[in-house]
Nanobody, 114 residues
Framework: VQLQASGGGLVQPGGSLSLSCAASGSIFRMNPMGWYRQAPGKQREIIAGITSTNLASYADSVKGRFTVSRDNAKNTVYLQMNSLKPEDTAVYYC?????????WGQGTQVTVSS
């Protein structure tokens, strides 16, 4: 079982994208979920997390621009990305905040370029 993020694409600087990630109930339920990204030549990093009670936290690099949310009924976590910058270019993944290596999917590519 893997978590598959979707919604990536090519966007101009300053643009917006919305990502989503659906999970099975056993992965999602009551677990803090996170969004991660891996830029070329860099390690994967967590950029946003959200608890089952909707407490959210963000890396400084995306704070004020990205918004994480979740729908517990749909076992889905979302990432709204606004004011995108070229440095946001990366493959984006979702997983638990304490990641489980069994669940890494292929991610979704986000490219910010003019």
């Amino acid at each position: 079982v893997q978590l598959q993020a979707s919604g990536g694409g090519l966007v101009q600087p300053g643009g917006s994208l919305s990502l989503s990630c659906a999970a099975s109930g056993s992965i999602f339920r009551m677990n803090p979920m996170g969004w991660y990204r891996q830029a070329p030549g860099k390690q994967r990093e967590i950029i946003a997390g959200i608890t089952s009670t909707n407490l959210a936290s963000y890396a400084d690099s995306v704070k004020g621009r990205f918004t994480v949310s979740r729908d517990n009924a749909k076992n889905t976590v979302y990432l709204q990305m606004n004011s995108l910058k070229p440095e946001d270019t990366a493959v984006y993944y979702c997983n638990r905040v304490t990641p489980d290596n069994r669940y890494w999917g292929q991610g979704t590519q986000v490219t910010v370029s003019s």
